[in-house]
């Protein structure tokens, strides 16, 4: 199976910082990663998908890259309602598998 | 307006079985493939199958593999997931969910506590 290492697990970061999260891939994975967004109590959103492309609806501060089998999400000036966890999804082959998320906190 | 809607969790003892259900409207169900996505309290998101549009094949996590079957009927708009041989560490919040290129839709998720 391939194995998402998503980093970091913990996030303190202030409004109007620039984050970035990381996942890397055990396997080649092409472009075949999307970002979750998850608030308590609720069902995730998605925010990316094949690894660059802004969902619809996301802001555009929101943005994800590649480097080799390294898959970042961006998210340029935080606002608070970014606050969250964040969860990366390899979908190249089965079984699917999620990064272990990260929680984006205030600081 | 895509709605996925989950029913049929509950209170179950060890070693027992389950139907979860997921009534998909606002798209053309079958025509897209469709998968099963749960989170145990406090934890991560852990993706545990899919059914294609057809019901051709079908994909499953090592977690479930042999314990749980995916099904749809198409004529019903539904999803369905049956969950045998349960253990405590299938309690989770279940999620329906329906990917598309550009598109990721969830359901509310149904719980399941599996507990003597």
């Known amino acids: 199976d391939i194995q998402m290492t998503q980093s970091p697990s913990s996030l303190p970061a202030s409004l109007g910082d620039r984050v970035t999260i990381t996942c890397r891939a055990s396997?080649?994975?092409?472009?075949?990663l999307r970002w979750f967004q998850q608030k308590p109590g609720k069902s995730p959103r998605l925010m990316i998908y094949?690894?660059?492309n802004l969902a619809a609806g996301v802001p555009s501060r929101f943005s994800g890259s590649r480097s080799g089998s390294d898959y970042s999400l961006t998210i340029n000036s935080l606002e608070s309602e970014d606050m969250a966890i964040y969860y990366c999804?390899?979908?190249?082959?089965?079984?699917?598998?999620f990064g272990a998320g990260t929680k984006l906190e205030l600081k | 307006e895509v709605q996925l809607v989950e029913s049929g969790g509950g209170l179950v003892k060890p070693g027992s079985s389950l139907k979860l259900s997921c009534v998909a409207s606002?798209?053309?169900?079958?025509?897209?493939?469709m998968h099963w996505i749960r989170q145990a309290p406090k934890k991560g998101l852990e993706w545990i199958a899919l059914?294609?549009?057809?019901?051709?094949?079908?994909y499953y996590a090592d977690s479930v593999k042999g314990r749980f079957t995916i099904s749809r009927d198409n004529s019903k708009n539904t999803l369905y997931l049956e969950m045998n041989s349960l253990r405590s560490e299938d309690t989770a919040m279940y999620y329906c969910?329906?990917?598309?290129?550009?598109?990721?839709?969830w359901g509310q998720g149904v719980m399941v506590t599996v507990s003597s």
């Open positions: 969910a329906k990917f598309t290129h550009g598109g990721g839709y």
């Open positions: 606002g798209f053309t169900f079958s025509s897209y493939g």
């Open positions: 059914i294609y549009y057809d019901s051709s094949n079908k």
């Open positions: 396997q080649d994975i092409g472009n075949y």
């Open positions: 094949g690894a660059t």
């Open positions: 999804l390899q979908h190249n082959e089965y079984p699917y598998t």
